[in-house]
T-cell receptor, first 113, second 112 residues
């Protein structure tokens, strides 16, 4: 079945440093979504990428979707303590009619002030 | 404001008991989902529904069931709770089947 691998599992940075998490799928994706979950909270939608090679920015966050639509990345420039949380990618399989949005295991980001 | 609510937020039960977790959304979304979240496993899909009377199994559906009698609610039932079902359960809904998910605040279930 479809697998979505996300690395790294954990990342600790000093405030002001950059952060990147990577997501790789075993199958070609229709779209990829990114979510953030604060400690003790619930996942909150950040963005959805649909097109091959797509790049989207939200303030200090940059999201990329690979040309082959099998990988994606989230880059945070100059991290702040408010960025703390777990970042999940979720890939929607393009094959078949059954719903197959598969989440990666997430990257836990901690930021030292 | 539209929202999605889960209840109870915390529950402790014993092995073998039947447990039902409620999920109610006021967005009028057709698509609703149940996930469980465990350390080291991320979010795994249990069941999902595209509309009233429609239910589908996800990747970890064994031991769980859902029913969809109206648009707003998708209750999750554990027929005979097992310790392996100790987890945090999230309900979610979406306007389109491929669109963003709106998650509830979660229900933490402990099975002793």
């Amino acid at each position: 079945g479809q697998q979505v691998m996300q690395i790294p599992q954990y990342q600790h940075v000093q405030e002001g440093e950059d952060f990147t998490t990577y997501c790789n799928s075993s199958t070609t994706l229709s779209n990829i979504q990114w979510y953030k979950q604060r400690p003790g909270g619930h996942p909150v939608f950040l963005i959805q990428l649909v097109k091959s090679g797509e790049v989207k920015k939200q303030k200090r966050l940059t999201f990329q979707f690979g040309e082959a639509k099998k990988n994606s990345s989230l880059h945070i420039t100059a991290t702040q303590t408010t960025d703390v949380g777990t970042y999940f990618c979720a890939g929607l399989d393009s094959g078949g009619s059954n719903y197959k949005l598969t989440f990666g295991k997430g990257t836990l980001l901690t930021v030292n002030p | 404001d539209a929202e999605i609510t889960q209840s109870p937020r915390h529950k402790i039960t014993e092995t073998g008991r039947q447990v039902t977790l409620a999920c109610h959304q006021t967005w009028n979304h057709n698509n609703m989902f149940w996930y469980r979240q465990d350390l080291g496993h991320g979010l795994r899909l249990i069941h999902y529904s595209y509309g009233v009377q429609d239910t589908n199994k996800g990747e970890v559906s064994d031991g769980y069931s859902v029913s969809r009698s109206n648009t707003e609610d998708l209750p999750l039932t554990l027929e005979s709770a097992a310790s392996s079902q100790t987890s945090v359960y999230f309900c979610a809904s979406s306007e389109s089947w491929a669109g963003e998910l709106f998650f509830g605040e979660g229900s933490r279930l402990t099975v002793l």
